[in-house]
């Protein structure tokens, strides 16, 4: 119609666009520029516009692989038929291109890709064999990294409390488990399979605490990432029996052994001792005792039964030392109502002294005693025994000290029958004067402290029962000087 009319003729026949369909006639009328005259009208030429293949392009291939370049996918076989879906493979041809500008190209198909990096992008064409028309399409494929679950070596330590407990340091733990891989998850759990809890029920998720409180234990670490199969490692810890124990120095007698007890805090059974003797003999044994008779330095270990856990001490084993003493080590106060004898125990030797006073009558007045200091003492001499506690060695000392009685009877008894210092020693004294006199004054005797004795005469007389007065005045050969002045009584 329109070519008879001669209306909205096609100006530019080389850019036409069809607009009716895939099928469309094209009229042709030719006219001539001399007379105007129609010379042809005729449907010359038929418009046919094949539609373009269908693109099905796969959604978000995946697929889990075990490290880069570990997998070659053959793409003929994984995607021909997702990507021509219902469209006959005879009539199509479908190729694979590493590039846009080869699939548009046609030149350098491939077969297949291998993972070189976690995501490939893969191009195709479709080219149809009866129309000629191609597409071209592209997806994406993930290559997801399949998890890893990387071992741990045993976490072994040794109990510090008797406890069963201890606080390992699992700062380190996940990262170990995970090792260099990215995008993964990880969750943990017991030997019972339940999710794992900290000693104070808490559950525990990741990442993992960096210190743990636990018992011996095996626990479960599971890698996964949601797309690939979960990774599985168990961890586990290891809390190994140990005791703490002491042991003190000991002093043994000269040639003498001693059994030597260790306490400890925790039952034996379960451990290994090693005793190490000064000569470095060494002596195993599940007992915590030890007879010993070296003298010098002795280490113990005490080990658990496989070894893992050990505590080492050491202890001496000293000789105990006998006491040595001298007058310049005793105090003596004397000439009083409170006479009393003081040892100066640091002089005696590095050991502990036990101390023991018997009279000049063979009478007990203290036994062993830890203190060395007697008081109360009546006078006379004194014998002095002294040893070390483990009574190794025992020494005596005689210890004069003066006493002047405050009464006396002579009545030939046997008893008391001369008044007269006590507690004298012979030739300590290069001076000595004792004067009694009687209520009066008068001077009834002098003697020196060679002849230290008064039987209650004078001028062969016997004197009556009464109090009596004497002066002493002693001086030794050191220098020091006794002055006593005082009263007594004569009793008949």
């Known amino acids: 119609t329109e070519a008879l009319s001669e209306i909205n003729a096609i100006v530019d026949v080389s850019a036409y666009q069809n607009s009716s369909g895939n099928n469309q006639t094209i009229w042709v009328r030719l006219d001539s520029d001399i007379d105007n005259s129609c010379i042809g009208l005729g449907p010359y030429i038929e418009l046919v516009v094949n539609p373009l ?22 793409l003929n076989f994984e995607f021909d038929a997702v990507i021509l879906g219902t469209q ?17 190209s046609g030149i350098g198909s491939i077969n297949s890709i291998s993972n070189t990096t976690n ?48 606080l390992f ?25 339940n999710p794992l809890q900290d000693a104070n029920g808490s559950s525990i998720s990741s990442p993992f ?8 234990q095996t626990i479960t670490a599971v890698v996964f990432n949601g797309s690939c199969t979960d990774a599985v490692t168990n961890i586990e810890f290891a809390v190994n029996p140990n005791t703490n124990f002491s042991v003190e120095d000991i002093v043994i007698c000269d040639g003498n052994s ?45 080990a658990n039964l496989n070894g893992s856990c050990e505590v080492i001490q050491s202890f001496q084993v000293f000789e105990s030392e006998p006491p040595t003493i001298t007058a310049a080590n005793i105090t003596v106060v004397e000439g009083t109502s409170n006479n009393s004898i003081t040892i100066d125990e ?19 007045v203290a036994a062993y005693q830890d203190l060395g200091y007697f008081d109360q003492l009546s006078g006379g001499f004194y014998s002095l025994y002294i040893r070390d506690e483990l009574q190794c060695e025992e020494i005596v000392i005689t210890i004069p000290v003066l006493y002047v009685p405050n009464f006396f009877t002579p009545n030939n008894d046997g008893f008391n029958d001369v ?25 009834l005797k002098t003697m020196s402290i060679n002849q230290n004795f008064w039987d209650g005469t004078h001028n062969g007389a016997l004197l009556p029962t009464n109090d009596y007065w004497y002066a002493i005045e002693l001086t030794k050969s050191d220098g020091s000087v006794f002055i006593k002045q005082g009263h007594f009584t004569l009793r008949r």
Do not use: H
């Not at 479908?94 to 080869?102: E, K, N, P, R, S």
């Not at 008044?419 to 008068?442: L, T």
């Open 119 to 166: 995501l490939e992008t893969v191009f195709y064409r479709i080219f149809n064999n009866i129309s000629g028309c191609f597409d071209i399409g592209q997806f994406e494929i993930d290559f997801i990294n399949i998890p890893q679950a990387n071992s741990v070596p045993t976490l072994a330590a040794c109990e510090t409390d008797n406890d069963g407990l201890y």
């Open 53 to 74: 293949p269908e693109l099905n392009t796969p959604l978000d291939p995946f697929y889990c692989v075990a490290a880069p370049n570990s997998l070659s996918l053959d």
């Open 419 to 443: 008044w007269g210092i006590k507690g004298v020693v012979s030739g300590a004294y290069i001076f000595s004067k004792i004067s009694i006199f009687d209520r009066y004054g008068k001077l």
């Open 258 to 302: 001693e059994l030597i007890e260790m306490d400890l805090e925790a039952a034996f059974v379960d451990f290994n001792i090693q005793w190490t003797l000064p000569d470095l003999t060494i002596v195993t044994t599940t007992q915590p005792e030890l007879l010993v008779s070296q003298l010098g330095e002795y280490q113990v270990s005490v």
């Open 88 to 104: 006959n493979p005879t009539d199509f041809t479908l190729d694979y291109y590493a590039t846009l500008a080869d699939a548009e």
């Open 346 to 364: 640091a002089a005696l030797g590095s050991a502990n002294y036990e101390f023991e006073l018997i009279d000049e009558n063979g009478n007990l």
């Open 169 to 193: 340091d699992t700062s380190a733990l996940e990262a170990t488990v995970l090792g260099s891989q990215t995008n993964m998850s990880i969750a943990y759990f017991d030997a019972l399979g």
């Open 209 to 216: 605490p960096t210190t743990f409180l636990t018992a011996s």
